[in-house]
């Protein structure tokens, strides 16, 4: 095999560069693990972008067309850091379909298209490696794929969005509002371009839909997933929770449920003890239940240029040892299951809700005789004095079903005058 294999990259921007600075930092150490140099020999860059001083500096070429990379015989490994769905997606295709092996950490692509993309490369006997995907420096999918291939895998409960958890962080700690600490986070460069996608859960449910194909061999489509962001927290109700003994996490969760999963992604109170209570600001998390191993947790930075690139350089690395020993064409995992998705009278939680009530008598009543039909018992209740009018009631219910709380959420709707202010998942006991 050639001592120096080239690589093509598409994108040159924080992530892009990151992998140039890893490359050139790390040359000596990786030549020695892998017994050949890795150079990003051309870089794919939209028209009109100046990225002249990276080029002098890393030596390479800048194209504007992808098929200067992909008709360059020498280039036999593309990345891919673009991200969203196109033009990614067609380059991927097309890089598979010229002979080149892929490196991405496009999340939103692998969860919506992975199927799509894995079966092709695996038809065009390349490689497909994704590992900077979920939870950008931690190296979870590795872990789950080859460490844990062995174990039973009953739960994945993950911390995945930085942005959020440096919002909910900030608010518990620092009392500050929601938007302030978006714009933070913003300026920070945790976030999405469309912070959209970070706030309303749907960057957690991409990565949650991800780790679900890597723990339970499981294809789960985005709508499957059910998915509620941080959008309009209130402050107070992170503030009960804390009292409670909790903190608010948007966590992502795929659990195991005899042969079915649940995937969810959502603001949940979690046991101050839960090693998950203790991440805090940036930083990601994947806590992992299996009947081997027992409790595991995997901690680190979930986004940022050089995390990221150290996973796809490492994703790189692993293609020119499968290149060496003439075994390429596998799949990242191997692990197909039938998807089966737990139904909601299985799909059991203890849950807080917070209400706002008419303050006068016989309200409690009402809210007890509600739950009583429910079938749902009373876990903790609060009351907080309100304005004279209205109180805030806060509870957590004994464990329930999905089924149970509709039932409970149906019936305040239809027979009280109270509002449901939050409704959030309790977990971590
Ligand atoms: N916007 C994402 C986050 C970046 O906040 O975690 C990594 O996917």
């Not at 680190?300 to 290149?323: C, E, Q, Y």
Request: proline share 3%; hydrophobic share 40%.
């Amino acid at each position: 095999m050639e001592k120096t294999v080239k690589v093509g990259l598409l994108g040159l921007g924080v992530v892009g560069t990151g992998v140039l600075e890893i490359l050139a930092d790390h040359q000596e150490k990786i030549k020695k693990s892998i017994g050949a140099s890795l150079v990003v020999s051309k870089a794919l860059i939209r028209p009109g972008e100046d990225k002249s001083a990276l080029a002098k500096k890393y030596n390479l070429e800048l194209v504007t067309e992808l098929e200067a990379i992909l008709a360059d015989p020498e280039i036999a490994i593309v990345v891919e850091v673009m991200g969203r769905i196109e033009p990614a997606r067609t380059f991927i295709k097309k890089a598979l379909l010229s002979g080149k092996h892929v490196v991405t950490a496009n999340k939103d692509l692998l969860a919506q298209y992975g199927s799509e993309l894995v079966d092709l490369a695996r038809d065009q006997q390349r490689n497909l490696y994704y590992e900077a995907s979920v939870a950008g420096g931690i190296p979870i999918l590795r872990t789950i794929a080859n460490s844990l291939a062995a174990d039973d895998i009953t739960e994945v409960l993950g911390i995945v969005n930085g942005t959020t958890n440096y919002m909910l962080t900030k608010m518990v700690q620092e009392h500050r509002t929601y938007e302030e600490t978006l714009k933070e986070a913003q300026e920070l460069g945790f976030a999405e371009s469309d912070p959209t996608n970070d706030v309303d859960g749907i960057d957690a449910a991409y990565k949650m839909v991800i780790l679900s194909k890597f723990a339970f061999g499981m294809t789960v489509t985005m709508d499957q997933v059910k998915i509620k962001g941080i959008r309009g927290l209130a402050a107070e109700d992170v503030s009960m929770a804390d009292r409670l003994g909790y903190t608010v996490k948007l966590i992502g969760s795929t659990i195991k449920k005899d042969d079915s999963i649940s995937v969810e992604v959502g603001p949940v109170l979690v046991a101050h003890h839960h090693p998950l209570a203790s991440i805090h600001n940036e930083m990601n998390a994947v806590f992992i239940k299996s009947s081997g191993i027992g409790e595991s947790m995997y901690y680190g930075p979930g986004a940022g240029s050089r995390p990221t690139a150290t996973s796809i350089v490492a994703d790189l690395m692993t293609i020119v040892n499968k290149m060496k020993k003439n075994t390429v064409g596998h799949r990242f995992t191997g692990y197909t299951q039938p998807t089966k998705i737990t139904p909601p009278t299985e799909n059991i939680s203890k849950y807080f809700l917070s209400l706002e009530m008419p303050d006068e008598h016989g309200q409690f009543l009402k809210l007890a005789e509600i739950m009583s039909q429910a079938e749902v018992g009373f876990e903790q209740v609060v009351q907080e004095k309100g304005d004279g009018a209205h109180a805030r009631v806060v509870l957590i219910t004994h464990a329930t079903s999905e089924t149970k709380l509709a039932t409970i959420q149906q019936a305040i709707k239809e027979k009280t005058k109270y509002k449901l202010l939050s409704l959030m998942k309790v977990m971590g006991e």
